[in-house]
């Protein structure tokens, strides 16, 4: 067995293992969706800290406990969430200007809290809005939603790539996309949710399929890019490595990150104005 068919094994395997515990903490909302999405915004943190400044100094690691915390803002108090966050991010962004005014280096100062206000908000956001979906009325399913998209575009880019790509994407950030995968994405994506609106979810329409399927597979790729123009702009492989087979937190929520807060708009926003 060569390394890409090994460590298809070990995803698979890693999914297999993961994938149940993960689904039941979405399901039970509340609390533990918040613990498991604040786990989560800890960890992508951290990888983007990890990745950019090499190192953890104190003001990193308030800044990644902060991020942990905010999903369970979102539960606690709901009504005031989007004010409490902007002050979450206003603490950030002065915390680090003063710990770098006192603490140096003040040459990398500026870059240094840039970074911060960055992993926090590429660290919690996206998962932050997840939370927000399961929020709302009927949004264990709208998260679910999120979920089918995501991993409905990934994995159909995945294996329409690797059994017909021919066509580099762009080979200067991943070399290993092709336009042929890209394209099965969108496949993916709106046949996924047309199974779910089938078979699980009637209160979908077919313009919710189309819609978030094609909004879905535009923007999980660009997530999916931007983190690789990350690690490659710092020589790094993987995120981390805290999911075998898989690479680290943002190498598997990249793409989730940037579809989330789409479909929290979708939901809130567009589709009761195309309803009503």
């Not at 613990?35 to 983007?48: D, I, K, S, V």
């Not at 956001?125 to 949004?139: V, Y």
């Not at 969108?186 to 077919?206: C, D, E, H, Y």
Request: proline share 5%; net charge neutral.
């Amino acid at each position: 067995m060569n390394d890409k068919n090994r460590n298809l094994v070990l995803r698979v395997v890693s999914a297999v293992v993961l994938l149940p515990g993960v689904l039941y903490l979405l399901y039970l909302g509340g609390y533990p969706t918040a613990a498991l999405l604040g786990f989560a915004a800890a960890a992508c943190t951290r990888e983007y800290l990890l990745i950019t400044l090499k190192e953890l100094n104190p003001i990193s690691w308030a800044t990644i406990a902060l991020s942990a915390l905010m999903p369970a803002v979102i539960v606690w108090r709901p009504g005031d969430a989007t004010a409490l966050i902007a002050a979450a991010i206003g603490a950030v962004l002065f915390s680090a200007w003063v710990w770098h005014l006192l603490n140096g280096p003040l040459q990398e100062g500026t870059q240094r809290t840039a970074h911060l206000l960055t992993a926090f908000i590429y660290g919690h956001g996206g998962l932050a809005a997840l939370m927000a979906i399961r929020n709302l009325e009927e949004g264990g399913w709208w998260v679910v939603v999120a979920l089918v998209i995501t991993w409905g575009n990934d994995t159909s880019a995945y294996f329409f790539g690797r059994f017909l790509g021919k066509h580099k994407l762009y080979p200067e950030v991943s070399p290993s996309k092709s336009w042929e995968g890209f394209f099965g994405g969108f496949v993916g994506a709106i046949g996924f949710m047309l199974i779910q609106r089938q078979f699980f979810a009637p209160f979908l329409t077919v313009v919710d399929c189309v819609f978030l399927g094609l909004c879905g597979s535009l923007l999980g790729p660009a997530g999916d890019l931007c983190e690789s123009m990350l690690k490659r702009a710092y020589g790094v492989k993987d995120s981390g490595n805290i999911i075998p087979g898989h690479g680290g937190m943002l190498d598997r929520v990249d793409a989730l990150i940037f579809n989330a807060p789409m479909v929290l708009l979708y939901v809130q926003f567009l589709r009761p104005a195309m309803l009503a």
